[in-house]
């Protein structure tokens, strides 16, 4: 008896082991390499070999670009606040990876393979919240430190009660202001712990304190990731692309992209071709403009099928009329002709009945 016990909770506990690894692998998703980046990024922007940091990609949006401040506004998500970008390419650089600046070549991305709602530090000052995308090399810890908070060129400050509006733009404070708002600020050690993932994100300003000071409502988005490049926005959803990104060992061959400019070549940001939000734009009209003609013609296909079932119907009431018609005055000729024999037959029965007297 006590053997079959052992046995079956031998055989109970691997079942549930298998149960739980089953659940594991299905949460999972598939690993792809940093190619995706140099593939996907290339026709944006430049890829070079800058010193120190191997591949790191030269966006072609314009000198008066800044990341997380040019093109795109806050959300809240289930993982605090998140950057949604009006660019195409926006699902990579703004999650993944870190951002710096060159005086000559300005802003330019390093690659990293773990994704976030946005790799940005925070601040709190009175009548202000502000960010700065994190430096190469530099986690969260690190980003908290006052090590770390010790300068102010490349920070974005906006008016708290503007804060989380799509225009955010609008609202940015003089940045001849930046230094005195800088220096009487607090860092936002908000954080969001990822199970899932293994990871911690910065969440940024609480959101009852954002709803407070602003006498808004804070809706959150629902995420939603995507298995193709491309971000969108729309319906209370959040879709992202959100591949898991391999990290490639020293005796592995490293991804590179297909085309690296060398850094002599590359213009200051003012005399590069820019590849902006008008292009984005001008694309997604062309492309809602198709969709609009599509479904202008969808309905006059629409109307012109019930149009020629309504004609269609009308002919057949109308045959359907003059079958009955016909059938009428048929009937009545046959009537009519059944009378005229009776009152014949009457007729010719009277003349025999008078010549027979």
Known sequence: MKTK???LVILLALIMSSCAFTRQASIQQPYISQQVFYDQLSPYGQWVDYQNYGYAWIP???????PYSSGGHWIMTEYGWTWASDYDWGWAPFHYGRWDYDNYYGWLWIPDNEWGPAWVTWRRAEGYYGWAPMGPGVNISMSFGNAY????????????RYFGRNDIYRYYANQNDYDRIFRNSNVINNTYVDNRYQTTYVSGPDRAEVQRVTGRRVNSYTFQENNIPGQDLRNGQYRTFRPQIMKTNDNEQRPSP???????????????????????NRRRAQQQNAVNRQNAGNQQNAVN????????????RQNAVNRRNNA????????????????????QNAKKTRKSE
Do not use: C, M
């Open 328 to 347: 009428d005055r048929q009937d009545a000729v046959d009537q009519q002709n059944v009378r005229n024999n009776e009152r014949a037959v009457q007729r």
């Open 60 to 66: 072609d949006a314009g000198p008066d670009f800044v």
């Open 5 to 7: 016990t052992i046995i």
């Open 305 to 316: 099928r019930q149009n020629a079932g309504n004609q269609q119907n009308a002919v057949n």
């Open 149 to 160: 908070n010790n300068y102010n060129n490349h920070w974005i400050f906006v008016n708290d």
């Open 258 to 280: 297909s085309r690296v400019t060398n850094l002599q070549d590359v213009k200051r940001p003012s005399e590069r071709n820019s590849y902006n939000l008008q292009n984005d």
